[in-house]
């Protein structure tokens, strides 16, 4: 592999869809191994999904703002 071919690659592997889709199959081997943790992995998951939810709440909220301080002024 190349440098041109490993870009799409590693895009494609930091994109959410696969780390959903990483995290769900992670999850599920864990119930699948540990099915008496179920309730406590289901807990864990919940935790976890609250914790990325703020944080990306507020990347989003300072990638917007970041945008609007880039921006000219409007003239009026």
Request: net charge positive.
């Amino acid at each position: 592999m190349n440098a041109d071919s490993m870009r799409p690659l590693l895009k494609r592997l930091s994109s959410r869809k696969f780390l959903t889709t990483l995290a769900v199959q992670i999850a599920g081997l864990a119930v699948l191994f540990a099915p008496g943790h179920a309730e406590a992995i289901a807990s864990a998951a919940e935790r976890i999904a609250a914790i990325v939810a703020m944080v990306l709440v507020a990347l989003g909220y300072v990638n917007a703002e970041s945008k609007l301080d880039a921006a000219p002024p409007e003239s009026q």
